[in-house]
């Protein structure tokens, strides 16, 4: 016999259908269009059901952030053992994170942290999110890569290089659809990130002497 769900959880599966209905219609309409009676439409509820569980459309707004970063935290390739090769590392975090910058979501999110500059106080609680997960995954990527010869701070350059492309590839897949040469790109990323958290293991033995001669 199926188990029935509580209130609890009928309402926590309502709030993320919320969410997942604002950002579908971020993305498609933008975020100025996107007022709660078109969000509610998109989800097919009432405006009132909405703020039911959002007391306001900024705090639906900040929701959709946060959900975002929740689901890059929840990254499972973080968690990979120090026995599997670098490159595998890399790739299952690359992969992992393209897999979410390459969505809507995401596209709904740099919308709405574009699109709310001049809201100064939601603006700075969004900015304040994304820092906030922005030093978790410095701590995540330290940790995964700890054995790979390359300082904290050469793994933290390379994750914010890796993230920055990534933003990028995905604002331009937002209007070139190439999702080939996407693919072709994020995996030079996955060589470029290897390469850099590898540090001096991956250089050439003729470099590496050069090197050494160098510093006498």
Known sequence: MRKRRTQEERSA???????????????DVGLNQSTITVIAAQAGVTSGAIQHHFASRD???LAVVEEFGKALADDPATHEGDAEPVARRVRSIVQRYWSLFGGRQYLAV???WLGTHVDAPLYREITGQMR????????EWVELFSDCG???QSIANARHVALATMRGLALSLSFTKDRARTAAEVALLEEMVTRAIEGERSLPAETLAS?????R
Not at 132 to 138: H, N, P
Not at 211 to 215: E, L, N, Q
């Open 13 to 27: 599966t309502t709030r993320r259908e919320l969410v997942r209905a604002a950002a579908d219609s971020i993305a």
């Open 132 to 139: 906030w997960f922005e030093k978790r995954f410095d701590r």
């Open 59 to 61: 705090e639906l707004l």
């Open 150 to 152: 390359a300082t904290p």
């Open 110 to 112: 740099m919308k709405i």
């Open 211 to 215: 090197r050494s001669v160098a510093g």
